[in-house]
């Protein structure tokens, strides 16, 4: 089946450590989005690309990086630098970022502080 | 500035019919997407509106009045597998490029 998996489902990182987000779509969607959701707060746009090795800064990319080397998937990297990890990240894909394309969201990773 | 409001919470009666408003101000507008998304689980695409009107899909219809900057969802025959949140999201040209603003989410809870 077509989808967009998101690995670990649950994720901790200690004090000063990088750690990696998982996003892979079999969709052949070429824009790939990730998002951050905070309890009380909307969606907000960390990173989002619209075609393989080409990436932009969303709305809150400090202390986040992505890389796009291939259409399928879409890792983030939260660094020691992102002081507030702890919340919801959700990967998303659209066929293109064309006005009418929907996003399509994978499960979701938790990541917790310890 | 870019704002999108929704009611934080809404409850309805199993069987009910219920409608979730959303209002926004934006820079610009090329559309509007309504989410379901159960606690703790991915967003699910519902609808889409760009031009004015009502866009029905069996149970769910969404309505949009650009005018207004006003849209709802009207959700019929509510079941209990309906209780989730919705989220309305509003696509500004004027914002990063394929960017989608979220609105907070409206929690339904549907009760026998």
Known sequence: DGGITQSPKYLFRKEGQNVTLSCEQNLNHDAMYWYRQDPGQGLRLIYYSQIVNDFQKGDIAEGYSVSREKKESFPLTVTSAQKNPTAFYLCASSITTGENQPQHFGDGTRLSIL | ?112
């Open chain 2, 1 to 112: 500035g870019q704002n999108i409001d929704q009611p934080t919470e809404m409850t309805a009666t199993e069987g009910a019919i219920v409608q979730i408003n959303c209002t926004y101000q934006t820079s610009g507008f090329n559309g509007l997407f309504w989410y379901q998304q159960h606690a703790g689980e991915a967003p699910t695409f519902l609808s889409y509106n760009v031009l004015d009107g009502l866009e029905e899909k069996g149970r769910f219809s969404s309505f949009l009045s650009r005018s207004k900057g006003y849209s709802y969802l009207l959700l019929k025959e509510l079941q209990m597998k309906d209780s989730a949140s919705y989220l309305c999201a509003v696509r500004d040209p004027g914002g990063s490029q394929g960017n989608l603003i979220f609105g907070k989410g409206t929690k339904l809870s549907v009760k026998p």
